[in-house]
């Protein structure tokens, strides 16, 4: 029996995150996504927090908590600013990637740093989607060529969350090609290693806090040693980084929904028409409810999936509930953000209020690490029993290019 009740531990913790999320995020929402930046002052707070290293094991200064801990942390941030869960400091994505696809050595060398002294300033990235997909082949347009004892990357990686701020990011790059997408690697690369270069930054819908860019990459040369080889199994590895990123994306969309949700409730409470609060009318309480039964919907689905990882299911089982989650939490995301709007009537779409903002970051959401359809398709494979196919459900440029 798979009980959802945190531990007393998880519920200090809960609070304190909490307490920084609804005090210094909620209040300079408009303020950080005007300067495109997370203040100083709330980073270092996260970061004493242990917020930018919930995911990495103690051994490198980690919290070494378990998925469920996690999610129900970041539900918290994303309630305070869906944006901020994105571009707080940290290894982020980077540090989920090191731990399922690294070695042990490998992950004490590279992520060691962002448990020390300076940490709240450090950020890691992944660089996984390109934009333009390949014709005569299925895979990356960027290539890894072996040379000696290193490799040379060539190549340009898009939608790189962090592009411009990480220190550090992992590189994925074809280094066989007749393979597809059972050809690909991960390296690590240092930013201010000789041939890679930083494109302009983007601006983004929603998230737009998130520093989102491209990584160009011009004779990158590589050591062997700082190739991922993702253990036995690298496509299972794989798997695993982007189903355990994808969650922790989930538990962010079901924080926006809460958020959303919650400001909609209070405004149909207090808005009067005809002499009452528009809440008592039918059709806005019946939506109202849909949206509460959305939020409690997301919360478990979230909650089982990362019960199943903390208890070690099998492989099939952890994908088949992340699957599930992950679709159901962002539709559910974009469902609360957009009833937030249309119930504030034409207020919705003002700045005065923040439920335009949360439309734009769910639309936003359902666009990172992997899509509700790719979810789906996760799912679907995981409940038949047949091999999950890469090209299907991860982020690439056939399916749909997103960021990570």
Not at 253 to 270: H, K, N, P, Q
Request: glycine share 10%.
């Amino acid at each position: 029996m798979i009980s959802f009740e945190p531990t007393e531990d998880d519920t200090l913790m809960q609070s304190s995150v909490a307490d920084l999320a609804q005090k210094a995020l909620r209040p300079k929402m408009r303020e950080h996504e005007k300067a495109r930046e997370i203040s100083a002052e709330a980073r270092e707070a996260a970061f004493e927090l242990g917020l930018g290293l919930l995911g990495l094991p103690e051994a490198v200064g980690g919290a070494g908590l378990g998925l469920r801990t996690a999610v129900a942390l970041e539900e918290e941030v994303a309630a305070g600013d869906p944006g901020a869960a994105f571009a707080l400091a940290g290894p982020s994505a980077f540090g989920t990637c090191l731990v399922e696809l690294g070695s042990t050595e490998q992950q004490e060398k590279y992520l060691a740093p962002f448990a020390g002294a300076g940490g709240h300033t450090r950020f890691g990235a992944v660089a996984f989607g390109e934009d333009k997909p390949v014709v005569e082949r299925a895979g990356f347009r960027t290539t890894a060529t072996k040379k000696g004892d290193a490799w040379i990357l060539r190549g340009k990686k898009s939608y790189v969350r962090n592009a411009g701020r990480a220190d550090v990011l992992v590189v994925f790059a074809q280094v066989d090609e007749s393979a597809g997408w059972d050809g690909l690697a991960a390296f690590v690369v240092k930013k201010d290693q000789p041939g890679v270069g930083v494109g302009e930054r983007e601006t983004t819908l929603g998230l737009d806090v998130a520093d989102v860019g491209s990584i160009v990459l011009e004779d990158v040369e590589v050591r062997d040693d700082a190739r991922l080889l993702g253990g036995d199994d690298f496509a299972s590895s794989l798997l695993r980084f982007f189903a355990k990123e994808a969650l922790l994306v989930a538990a962010r969309a079901t924080g926006l929904s809460r958020e959303a949700f919650e400001i909609a409730r209070e405004y149909v409470d207090t808005r009067k028409a005809f002499g009452k609060p528009i809440g008592h009318f039918q059709a806005v309480a019946f939506t109202v409810a849909d949206r509460a039964m959305d939020v409690e919907a997301s919360r478990s689905l979230v909650q089982r999936a990362a019960a199943a990882w903390d208890a070690g299911e099998p492989l099939a089982a952890c994908l088949l509930h992340t699957g599930h989650a992950v679709s159901f939490a962002l539709e559910a995301a974009m469902r609360n953000g957009d009833t937030a709007v249309q119930l504030h009537g034409g207020a919705g779409f003002m700045r005065d209020y923040p439920v335009e903002k949360l439309m734009r970051d769910a639309k936003q959401i359902q666009l990172c690490v992997l899509t509700s359809e790719q979810a789906d398709q996760l799912a679907a494979a995981a409940e038949l029993g047949q091999k999950v196919p890469l090209g299907l459900v991860l982020p690439t440029p056939e399916t749909q290019s997103t960021l990570v």
